[in-house]
């Protein structure tokens, strides 16, 4: 399948969609509906503020369903509970999320996963690309976004790649038909403190255009030693009507993170003689001279066109780069673990700048159709992402490589920066995806409706990539095309109880190399899911119970030495199934009062039967409560409980622990009201993340919010 063919056929297939739902409009000449308006020659046209109004996310499957229609479970973090727990970066939102884990390994890189895999895959409004090698480097600003989807399980539909851990959509703030916002101050722990504001303003009298913006600093000191963030975004937004028929949205966002003495690579906590070490929490590996800043820009142009009451033409451009420069130190042991006085590291510093770019187009068609006598809907259209990546790191005098440290914890000015020689070597890699896909809601009987979608993919890498290079270079490898199917069945037992099951064949190209410095060969496997939804109070509460299993063939699972031919680490194809039970329950219960709690049991075995990726909790619960308990008074409690884990060598263990966090929110006026938060109210010590190394969380901390409407 080549890129022409590919690309054609996807041409073919939405000029053709658009031209018989075209069609379709002129035949069935419907009368003008909510969205639509007469027009002086009799035509319909869009009202743009309706649109507004009535903003659906297509996130989970690319159709307008509700969550309660859609056949894989779908977590919801809301801005409501953005702001009442006081969460101001991506990770952190996150964690509020069922059935998601971060594991931040580092002070500024994390990984998640979701039952039991690397969640590889972020959108931002229903469209995006994999992340390289699963690893997030910094955290977005949560205040640029409405609310942040979790779509668990296999991904086939949305992309035509991935695993079968899940998808996270961030969906942005997006103009609305008021003029109004807020201005937030808060003070932290210390001595850190953040200011934001977000302010929407329509435009034109009439209402067709409007604008927003949003922008946020935060200066934040740590608990950790030397430790310092310093991370502000901008974000601006305008839509509104272009002719009778057009909606046009445009916005660019910058966001810088700088982050002084950060640690890279974590906490060594095994002796070499047996035995896990205990050390403050404040305890850092890292030195004065360290730092690691990044700046991202962000663009994205969206046009729709209403081809009839019932069909749209959306074309989407997205347009992303990053730059980082970071000066870090690694601190660890090249034996069996620390010595009996905690000494035994040592060091390898690294000087390095980074800039990564990506292209991201997509074009799809999507409408409602009458067909047998029933109303069924669908989606079709092509999409192209191109990241390029250049990596240039900084040689260094050989006599600063594995210097030894004192005993650990140790302060500032043990070990001294480097003299830097100037660009030692550079990386280039590159990757694109085009991506041929339709999908469709086909309602089978009054009751019974079936989701059926197909991606056709064709994969282009070249180069090294980031974190998974291997040991030749100028490393190349043909070309991948695969297609995957989708299928699911929703079954309506009452109007308020839904059963569902769903369907997917999964397939990930994977970064790591083996032995040799090769890449390894795309990981291949299914994805099954069958669940019960069901509404209570009105609509107000949702409940979700669903069973899955996945089977993942020829998943890379890294080797505890560096392969002696590449002097890197390497990887070996291993086959490994998961399966489990989540449940969850969302929404309000009474006028004043709003909950979710959410269950995951899960089971992950490699293909010796026994269990792998320890690092992974086996059961995990989620929990927020809030309530009115007076008129101007708003309490709340959440907080998050995991079974035990440790590091894939077993050598470091944490035991289940729970971390509660709770707010207390007071209106002083109408427009004006005071939020306290405090985080870890039983000031718990745990291990954050033992994925990839070892780092504690945070204590116990208190903030104070001022917030302001505008």
Same mark, same amino acid.
């Given at each position: 399948?080549?890129?022409?063919?590919?690309?054609?056929?996807?041409?073919?297939?939405?000029?053709?969609?658009?031209?018989?739902?075209?069609?379709?409009?002129?035949?069935?000449?419907?009368?003008?509906?909510?969205?639509?308006?007469?027009?002086?020659?009799?035509?319909?046209?869009?009202?743009?503020?309706?649109?507004?109004?009535?903003?659906?996310?297509?996130?989970?499957?690319? $159709?307008?369903?509700?969550?309660?229609?859609?056949?894989?479970?779908?977590?919801?973090?809301?801005?409501?509970?953005?702001?009442?727990?006081?969460?101001?970066?991506?990770?952190?939102?996150?964690?509020?999320?069922?059935?998601?884990?971060?594991?931040?390994?580092?002070?500024?890189?994390?990984?998640?996963?979701?039952?039991?895999?690397?969640?590889?895959?972020?959108?931002?409004?229903?469209?995006?690309?994999?992340?390289?090698?699963?690893?997030?480097?910094?955290?977005?600003?949560?205040?640029?976004?409405?609310?942040?989807?979790?779509?668990?399980?296999?991904?086939?539909?949305?992309?035509?790649?991935?695993?079968?851990?899940?998808?996270?959509?961030?969906?942005?703030?997006?103009?609305?038909?008021? %003029?109004?916002?807020?201005?937030?101050?808060?003070?932290?722990?210390?001595?850190?403190?953040?200011?934001?504001?977000?302010?929407?303003?329509?435009?034109?009298?009439?209402?067709?255009?409007?604008?927003?913006?949003?922008?946020?600093?935060?200066?934040?000191?740590?608990?950790?030693?030397?430790?310092?963030?310093?991370?502000?975004?901008?974000?601006?937004?305008?839509?509104?009507?272009?002719?009778?028929?057009?909606?046009?949205?445009?916005?660019?966002?910058?966001?810088?993170?700088?982050?002084?003495?950060?640690?890279?690579?974590?906490?060594?906590?095994?002796?070499?003689?047996?035995?896990?070490?205990?050390?403050?929490?404040?305890?850092?590996?890292?030195?004065?001279?360290?730092?690691?800043?990044?700046?991202?820009?962000?663009?994205?142009?969206?046009?729709?066109?209403? $081809?009839?009451?019932?069909?749209?033409?959306?074309?989407?451009?997205?347009?992303?780069?990053?730059?980082?420069?970071?000066?870090?130190?690694?601190?660890?042991?090249?034996?069996?673990?620390?010595?009996?006085?905690?000494?035994?590291?040592?060091?390898?510093?690294?000087?390095?700048?980074?800039?990564?770019?990506?292209?991201?187009?997509?074009?799809?068609?999507?409408?409602?159709?009458?067909?047998?006598?029933?109303?069924?809907?669908?989606?079709?259209?092509?999409?192209?992402?191109?990241?390029?990546?250049?990596?240039?790191?900084?040689?260094?005098?050989?006599?600063?490589?594995?210097?030894?440290?004192?005993?650990?914890?140790?302060?500032?000015?043990?070990?001294?920066?480097?003299?830097?020689?100037?660009?030692?070597?550079?990386?280039?890699?590159?990757?694109?995806?085009?991506?041929?896909?339709?999908?469709?809601?086909?309602?089978?009987?009054?009751? $019974?409706?079936?989701?059926?979608?197909?991606?056709?993919?064709?994969?282009?890498?070249?180069?090294?990539?980031?974190?998974?290079?291997?040991?030749?270079?100028?490393?190349?490898?043909?070309?991948?095309?695969?297609?995957?199917?989708?299928?699911?069945?929703?079954?309506?037992?009452?109007?308020?109880?839904?059963?569902?099951?769903?369907?997917?064949?999964?397939?990930?190209?994977?970064?790591?190399?083996?032995?040799?410095?090769?890449?390894?060969?795309?990981?291949?496997?299914?994805?099954?899911?069958?669940?019960?939804?069901?509404?209570?109070?009105?609509?107000?509460?949702?409940?979700?119970?669903?069973?899955?299993?996945?089977?993942?063939?020829?998943?890379?699972?890294?080797?505890?030495?560096?392969?002696?031919?590449?002097?890197?680490?390497?990887?070996?194809?291993?086959?490994?199934?998961?399966?489990?039970?989540?449940?969850?329950?969302?929404?309000?219960?009474?006028?004043?009062?709003?909950?979710?709690?959410?269950?995951?049991?899960?089971?992950?075995?490699?293909?010796?039967?026994?269990?792998?990726?320890?690092?992974?909790?086996?059961?995990?619960?989620?929990?927020?409560?809030?309530?009115?308990?007076?008129?101007?008074?708003?309490?709340?409690?959440?907080?998050?409980?995991?079974? %035990?884990?440790?590091?894939?060598?077993?050598?470091?263990?944490?035991?289940?622990?729970?971390?509660?966090?709770?707010?207390?929110?007071?209106? $002083?006026?109408?427009?004006?009201?005071?939020?306290?938060?405090? %985080?870890?109210?039983?000031?718990?010590?745990?291990?954050?993340?033992?994925?990839?190394?070892?780092?504690?969380?945070?204590?116990?901390?208190?903030?104070?919010?001022?917030?302001?409407?505008?």
């Amino acid at each position: 399948m080549t890129r022409k063919l590919i690309l054609s056929a996807c041409a073919l297939a939405v000029c053709t969609l658009a031209a018989q739902a075209q069609a379709q409009a002129q035949a069935d000449a419907p009368a003008a509906t909510s969205t639509t308006a007469a027009a002086d020659d009799g035509a319909e046209k869009i009202l743009v503020t309706a649109k507004r109004a009535k903003r659906v996310s297509k996130g989970a499957t690319g $159709l307008p369903m509700e969550i309660k229609d859609t056949p894989q479970t779908i977590s919801t973090v809301d801005r409501q509970d953005i702001e009442d727990f006081g969460v101001t970066g991506s990770n952190e939102a996150l964690r509020l999320g069922t059935g998601i884990n971060v594991e931040q390994y580092e002070t500024n890189r994390a990984a998640y996963n979701s039952r039991g895999f690397e969640i590889q895959l972020t959108q931002i409004d229903g469209v995006g690309m994999s992340n390289d090698w699963g690893t997030v480097v910094g955290q977005q600003d949560s205040y640029l976004f409405e609310r942040i989807e979790l779509i668990r399980g296999a991904n086939g539909l949305l992309t035509g790649v991935g695993n079968a851990s899940g998808t996270i959509n961030y969906v942005r703030k997006r103009p609305t038909n008021e %003029d109004g916002g807020e201005a937030n101050v808060t003070w932290g722990p210390y001595g850190s403190h953040r200011l934001a504001l977000d302010y929407n303003k329509v435009l034109t009298e009439d209402g067709s255009w409007a604008g927003r913006l949003v922008v946020a600093r935060e200066d934040e000191d740590s608990f950790l030693r030397g430790l310092q963030d310093l991370r502000s975004s901008v974000y601006g937004v305008v839509d509104g009507q272009v002719g009778e028929h057009g909606m046009l949205t445009f916005g660019f966002s910058h966001q810088r993170s700088d982050q002084d003495s950060p640690m890279w690579g974590s906490l060594t906590l095994n002796y070499a003689g047996g035995g896990q070490a205990e050390f403050d929490r404040s305890s850092s590996t890292s030195q004065e001279w360290t730092y690691w800043d990044k700046r991202t820009n962000n663009a994205f142009v969206e046009y729709r066109h209403e $081809l009839s009451p019932d069909w749209e033409l959306k074309a989407t451009y997205n347009y992303r780069r990053s730059t980082e420069q970071a000066k870090l130190l690694y601190a660890f042991v090249r034996g069996a673990g620390l010595n009996a006085d905690n000494t035994g590291l040592v060091g390898w510093p690294y000087f390095a700048d980074v800039e990564t770019t990506n292209h991201l187009f997509d074009l799809n068609l999507s409408g409602e159709f009458d067909a047998f006598g029933r109303r069924h809907s669908l989606i079709a259209g092509v999409s192209r992402s191109r990241q390029e990546t250049e990596t240039l790191t900084q040689g260094f005098d050989p006599a600063y490589l594995y210097l030894p440290f004192p005993a650990f914890p140790y302060g500032d000015g043990v070990y001294p920066e480097p003299e830097w020689l100037g660009v030692q070597d550079k990386r280039d890699g590159e990757q694109t995806l085009t991506r041929l896909y339709a999908a469709s809601r086909l309602a089978l009987t009054e009751r $019974l409706k079936a989701i059926v979608g197909v991606n056709a993919i064709k994969l282009q890498r070249s180069g090294a990539n980031r974190y998974g290079n291997t040991g030749a270079v100028g490393v190349s490898y043909p070309d991948t095309t695969e297609t995957s199917p989708y299928a699911g069945l929703t079954y309506d037992l009452t109007p308020d109880v839904l059963g569902y099951v769903s369907y997917s064949t999964i397939f990930q190209n994977q970064d790591q190399a083996d032995y040799y410095g090769n890449y390894l060969d795309p990981m291949k496997g299914v994805n099954t899911e069958a669940g019960v939804k069901a509404e209570w109070l009105d609509r107000k509460l949702l409940t979700t119970f669903a069973v899955f299993t996945a089977e993942q063939k020829g998943l890379a699972t890294a080797m505890p030495t560096n392969s002696p031919v590449t002097n890197k680490g390497w990887y070996v194809p291993r086959d490994v199934k998961s399966r489990g039970f989540e449940a969850e329950a969302t929404g309000r219960v009474g006028t004043d009062t709003r909950l979710t709690l959410g269950f995951t049991r899960l089971k992950l075995t490699g293909p010796d039967g026994h269990d792998t990726s320890l690092w992974v909790p086996r059961s995990t619960v989620n929990f927020r409560f809030d309530t009115r308990v007076a008129p101007q008074l708003r309490l709340g409690l959440g907080g998050r409980w995991q079974s %035990d884990v440790s590091n894939g060598a077993a050598t470091v263990h944490q035991g289940s622990y729970l971390l509660a966090n709770a707010f207390a929110a007071y209106e $002083l006026t109408q427009r004006t009201t005071v939020r306290l938060n405090v %985080d870890n109210v039983t000031d718990k010590k745990y291990i954050g993340g033992l994925s990839y190394g070892a780092i504690y969380g945070a204590p116990r901390e208190v903030s104070v919010t001022v917030n302001y409407k505008l």
